[in-house]
């Protein structure tokens, strides 16, 4: 088999050029696809950002309710540092 035996001959190549010029000649756009096509994408992009910004106030409530009961989660006996006792730290005498 030779390199020429594999190409496309130049009535092949004309042939589907042509075929394809026909076929892509028949293909018509709707006149308001721009217009709906980018409603739709205008539709997609507003339900994406409502969509995290729930979720986003989801999470930062979700942080705020965690961190407050967090916070609230106080022991049952007085700390160290504040019980009250004066023998705790030595008074220094004027």
């Known amino acids: 088999m030779t390199h020429r035996d594999t ?4 009535d ?3 042939e589907l050029q042509e075929a394809l010029a026909t ?6 756009a709707a006149p308001d696809a721009y217009r709906t096509a980018r409603g739709e ?8 950002r409502l969509v995290l910004a729930v979720l986003i106030a989801v ?5 705020t309710l965690i961190g407050l009961w967090v916070l ?7 700390g160290v540092i504040f019980s ?6 030595p008074r220094p005498h004027p």
Do not use: D, I, K, M
């Open 59 to 63: 999470v930062f409530a979700l942080a």
């Open 72 to 78: 609230n989660q106080t022991p049952a006996h007085p």
């Open 84 to 89: 009250g006792t004066a023998a705790s730290l």
């Open 7 to 10: 190409t496309p001959s130049r």
């Open 12 to 14: 092949t190549e004309r």
């Open 41 to 48: 994408w205008l539709r997609r992009e507003r339900r994406r």
């Open 23 to 28: 076929l892509a000649g028949g293909v018509h």
